[in-house]
């Protein structure tokens, strides 16, 4: 179990614990969060999920594959740092993790 903040595009943070082996997608829509729309259920097939990884943390996770890159090219206004939260699977060692979840996304 990892606690995430997912740092709501209007600024509101939303802590919660996430089961290790579920994706930060996963826990976001199980846990009812605004902002993660996720049209494909996590299939790589949209960027409605993306999330905006911190720097400090970026290199602490799995680099994006290759589907996953060429997907961003769809996602709304990518910054540094995003990456598709359905391809990001939560882990212990991201227990404090804040990922922020772009304007574009507000709901």
């Known amino acids: 179990m990892a606690t995430i903040n997912y ?16 994706t930060l997608m996963e826990g976001a829509i199980k846990n009812g969060l605004r902002g993660i729309l996720a049209d494909c259920g996590g299939a790589c097939a949209c960027a409605t999920c993306q999330v905006v990884i911190p720097q400090d943390w ?3 996770l799995t680099p994006a594959a290759a589907d996953e890159t060429e997907m961003m090219e769809f996602a709304a206004d990518p910054q540094p740092g995003s990456r598709l939260s359905c391809q990001i ?8 993790m804040v990922v922020q979840l772009p304007k574009t996304q507000l709901l």
């Open 58 to 60: 970026l290199a602490r």
């Open 89 to 96: 699977p939560v882990g212990a060692a991201m227990d404090g």
């Open 7 to 22: 740092r709501l595009a209007d600024g509101t943070d939303q802590i919660v614990d996430v089961p290790e082996g579920w």
